[in-house]
């Protein structure tokens, strides 16, 4: 199985700030990447596939990027809205194995 | 609109057996990789079992396999996840997912269904 590890586990930052989240693959994945934003109480909502496709409806200050085992998601400029957890995944291959999560906090 | 509603969820003791229910509209079950995943109380997501578009194949994670199954009915366009010999760690919200054409990640979620395993 492939391992997905996420970095910062935590990141607390303020509005307006620019945070990059990191995702090491175990073995690459080439581009089959996805980025999740979840709410407490909610469902995860796609936010990017394919590393850096941003998906329809989904503000530009979200990025994506890497290829092969790292890649990185990045807000350029945080808004109240964003602060969440944020879950990477894996789609090359089952299972289709998640990161375990960073936390974006308000500092 | 895409929508799937789960349902099914809700106490049960361990070595016990529930069947999760995940009711799809505005398209077919069968025409997309369908995925079971899951989430314990303060924990990250766990991808559980996926049920493929027209290929059929099902696919478990190891913690599952051989005690969970999942399947469709097409007639009822709704994906099923029958969940047996449960175990405490098993408790969590199971959410149900719909991938995009031809792939097997989440691009549409249900909003969860709470399994809650103890005596």
């Known amino acids: 199985d492939i391992q997905m590890t996420q970095s910062p586990s935590t990141l607390s930052a303020s509005v307006g700030d620019k945070v990059t989240i990191t995702c090491r693959a175990s073995q690459s994945i080439n581009i089959w990447l996805a980025w999740y934003q979840q709410k407490p109480g909610k469902a995860p909502k796609l936010l990017i596939s394919r590393a850096s496709n941003l998906e329809s409806g989904v503000p530009s200050r979200f990025s994506g990027s890497g290829s092969g085992t790292e890649f990185t998601l990045t807000i350029s400029s945080l808004q109240p809205d964003d602060f969440a957890t944020y879950y990477c995944?894996?789609?090359?291959?089952?299972?289709?194995?998640f990161g375990q999560g960073t936390k974006l906090e308000i500092k | 609109d895409v929508q799937l509603l789960e349902s099914g969820g809700g106490l049960v003791q361990p070595g016990g057996s529930l069947r999760l229910s995940c009711a799809a509209s505005g398209f077919t079950v069968n025409s997309y990789a369908m995925t079971w995943v899951r989430q314990a109380p303060g924990q990250g997501l766990e991808w559980v079992a996926a049920f493929t578009g027209s290929a059929s194949v099902t696919y478990y994670a190891d913690s599952v396999k051989g005690r969970f199954t999942v399947s469709r009915d097409t007639s009822k366009n709704t994906l099923y996840l029958q969940m047996n010999s449960l175990r405490a760690e098993d408790t969590a919200v199971y959410f149900c997912?719909?991938?995009?054409?031809?792939?097997?990640?989440?691009?549409?979620w249900g909003q969860g269904t709470l399994v809650t395993v103890s005596s």
């Open positions: 995944q894996q789609y090359n291959s089952y299972p289709k194995t």
């Open positions: 997912a719909k991938g995009p054409p031809g792939f097997a990640y989440a691009s549409d």
